[in-house]
């Protein structure tokens, strides 16, 4: 998500992306080391440090069996799709899978006007990295701003069973575009530009070129409903760039005649044979024009737009195919 120094080579990522290089640089949010274990979302885009929900979580009491951690880079005023992670009782690895059972309720902490208790929600899980390592994923509608707690209870699937409570702040408004809001028009580089050459525009090691055939702008003023991938493989500081995109694609297959559009939220420049991040004077990953258009926190990040150029979803850092699909059905 977030990290500080120069860029430099890391080791290979698992997902099958071998030239990944993992910035160290300064992005715009801050996840303590253990939430980037259990899935890690990705690089910051840039800019001043903030605090992220997770930054926020502790456990109720010492002794928790586990410890729960909240990755969404921001929880907002309405209706959220937040993505839990657990941690072992140590904080130091990620554990539960697709047999362990989540439920989480809510309720705003002492001081924080306005909210109601929420009443427990069955989390799903999705993986991050099939097989490796995964989420758990609610949606609910938070009624206020302020400070929250959600009160995690898990069992089964090596989870020793209990609940846990995590704080987390609600915000008023997000900074990243959100659902119901028109989609910014952004000029997105596509193959054309580039002679058709894809590897000028994109780090995905295997790319599928339908993604940069139309420019988001373009996409845009077609009326065309799209899904636009704010995925970077080669300079995500997790591995989660990449698997995340392969979904997309892997979904992109399924729906023949629909628009999918990805762009590198970082800017880049190609340099010795490859795209190379232009960094800034303290050495860290800059935002492009784009990527400060949409507001994003965090990547890898998905938007599904509709035919009239307004958001019907938006996905952090994973996306399970039917989440997707169903996505796109609501607007084709």
């Not at 729960?68 to 657990?86: C, K, T, W």
């Not at 596509?190 to 702008?217: C, M, N």
Request: glycine share 12%.
């Amino acid at each position: 998500m977030r990290h500080g120094g120069g860029a430099s080579t890391a080791p290979a990522e698992r997902s099958g992306y071998p030239d990944a290089v993992h910035s160290h640089s300064v992005g715009r949010l801050f996840v303590p080391v253990a939430v980037a274990a259990l899935i890690a979302a990705g690089c910051g885009p840039g800019g001043a440090a903030v605090s992220s929900p997770s930054a926020a979580a502790s456990p109720r009491a010492a002794a928790a069996p586990f410890i729960p951690q909240i990755v969404n880079a921001e929880a907002v005023v309405g209706r959220d799709r937040l993505l839990f992670g657990i941690l072992d009782a140590a904080g130091t690895k990620p554990i539960g899978g697709p047999d362990t059972t989540v439920s989480i309720a809510f309720e705003p902490a002492p001081g924080t006007a306005g909210g109601q208790p929420i009443a427990p929600v069955a989390a799903r899980f999705i993986w991050a990295i099939q097989g490796e390592r995964g989420l758990w994923v609610v949606e609910v509608d938070l009624p206020a701003a302020g400070d929250w707690l959600a009160d995690v209870r898990a069992t089964g699937g090596g989870v020793d069973q209990g609940t846990v409570q995590v704080g987390f702040p609600v915000h008023q408004k997000g900074s990243a575009i959100a659902v119901g809001e028109p989609a910014p028009s952004t000029v997105t580089p596509i193959l054309a530009d580039v002679g058709g050459d894809v590897k000028r525009i994109s780090t995905d090691p295997k790319p599928d070129p339908s993604f940069y055939q139309v420019s988001e702008a373009d996409a845009l003023a077609r009326h065309e409903p799209f899904v636009f991938v704010f995925a970077t493989p080669a300079f995500c500081r997790s591995s989660q760039c990449g698997p995340t995109l392969d979904v997309v694609k892997a979904v992109a297959r399924d729906e023949p005649g629909f628009r999918f559009i990805n762009v590198e939220p970082y800017l880049l420049a190609f340099t010795d044979g490859r795209l190379q991040p232009v960094l800034d004077a303290s050495g860290g990953l800059q935002p492009t024009p784009i990527t400060t258009a949409w507001g994003i926190l965090t990547e890898p990040y998905i938007y599904v737009v509709g035919r009239e150029g307004i958001v019907a979803a938006t996905f952090e850092a994973i996306v399970s195919p039917d989440e997707l699909k169903a996505a796109i059905a609501a607007v084709r």
